[in-house]
């Protein structure tokens, strides 16, 4: 592993399914970050952990869940997953300077 | 409408021509980011401006951060097919910890 691992590459997913997508880095960076990409909405900030054992709230949050129980791992669980939430999810870490990403996870909500 | 508004949102050019695009807001960022992104890949840090005024080169791309420090341009000399992606702005703002807000993103295509 180098830098941060993401999984499932891709995904379709009935609606109303629980998921949950895997972000592990090996950098010991203390900050981690969950971003959406949509055409012509960029990327928005679902949730992020400045530290092990604390997460907090983005921009778009609603119908998504995250825990950092540890350093390495950041995984973001949609409970009940919708259509509106089809997008391409990327992870992303920093220690305290540029992000390192991930290459996404690209999910499809049926 | 995002904090960061990048423009032009397309640009379609020739190998060998020069281009910019900018990235704006009406607020003040303590730094600003530049990536580039290709297909199916996460976004890959190019620079990092800090300073207002600041300009940084990376070989045939110069980065600017305004004055100010609400705005920033990246431009590239003697485009190749290479640079070919999608670039992106990203700012810090002040007491928002190392969070970053994105623009929305220039899709560059270098034709050869």
């Known amino acids: 592993i180098a830098g941060i691992t993401q999984a499932p590459t891709s995904q379709i997913l009935a609606a109303g399914r629980r998921m949950t997508l895997r972000c592990t880095q090996d950098?010991?960076?203390?900050?981690m970050y969950w971003y959406r990409q949509d055409l012509g909405l960029g990327l928005r900030l679902i949730h992020y952990s400045n530290t092990a054992g604390t997460t907090g709230k983005g921009e778009v949050p609603d119908g998504y869940s995250v825990s950092r129980a540890n350093t390495d791992d950041f995984p973001l669980t949609l409970a009940s997953a919708v259509p509106s939430q089809t997008s391409v999810y990327f992870c992303?870490?920093?220690?305290?300077?540029?992000?390192?990403f991930g290459s996404g996870t690209r999910l499809t909500v049926v | 409408t995002q904090l960061l508004e990048q423009s032009p949102q397309f640009l379609s050019i020739q190998e060998g021509e020069n281009l910019t695009v900018y990235c704006n807001s009406s607020?003040?960022?303590?730094?600003l980011q530049w990536y580039r992104q290709e297909p199916g890949e996460g976004p890959v840090l190019l620079v990092t401006v800090v300073t207002g005024g600041e300009v940084k080169k990376l070989k045939r791309l110069t980065f600017q951060f305004g004055d100010a420090r609400k705005d920033s341009s990246l431009h590239i000399t003697a485009a190749q097919p290479g640079d070919t992606g999608l670039y992106l702005c990203?700012?810090?703002?002040?007491?928002?910890?190392?969070?970053?807000?994105f623009g929305g993103g220039t899709r560059l295509m270098v034709k050869p």
């Open positions: 607020s003040v960022f303590s730094s």
């Open positions: 992303a870490s920093s220690d305290g300077g540029g992000y390192t």
């Open positions: 990203a700012g810090e703002r002040n007491n928002a910890g190392n969070m970053l807000t």
């Open positions: 950098m010991r960076h203390n900050a």
